[in-house]
Nanobody
């Protein structure tokens, strides 16, 4: 199994930046494609970004493209989400997720096997 713990959430002003981290433990981290998702109050959870096992490819939701950057450090078993130029509509609980993908170069937007507990991000206008 993969255990995931997010950190780095908080309150930021519109236009500001936050960096989320997701620390993983368990099976080899490099066997998992990783993703970030978010859920705003009263809304369904939505895909934000994903990264391949090696970190060579990334893919983003249109709503965050050009503002958010996903990255990973397999030596530290950690995936990051750098959020810049934040908007009030970015307010949500952000969760990281892992999808078992040994030997595959994939950018999944769904079908993740493991999830973290989430971290709250609030953007004030």
């Amino acid at each position: 199994q993969l255990q995931l713990v997010e950190s780095g959430g908080g309150l930021v002003q519109a236009g500001g930046s936050l960096r989320l981290s997701c620390a993983a433990s368990g099976l080899p981290f490099s066997s998992y494609a990783m993703g970030w998702f978010r859920q705003a109050p009263g809304k369904e959870r939505e895909f934000v970004a994903t990264i391949t096992r090696s970190g060579d490819l990334t893919y983003y939701a249109d709503s965050v493209k050009g503002r958010f950057t996903i990255s990973r450090d397999n030596a530290k078993n950690t995936v990051y989400l750098q959020m810049n130029s934040m908007k009030p509509e970015d307010k949500a609980v952000y969760s990281c997720a892992g999808k078992w993908a040994p030997g595959m170069r994939v950018l999944p937007t769904q079908g993740y096997n493991y999830w973290g507990q989430g971290t709250q991000v609030t953007v004030s206008s």
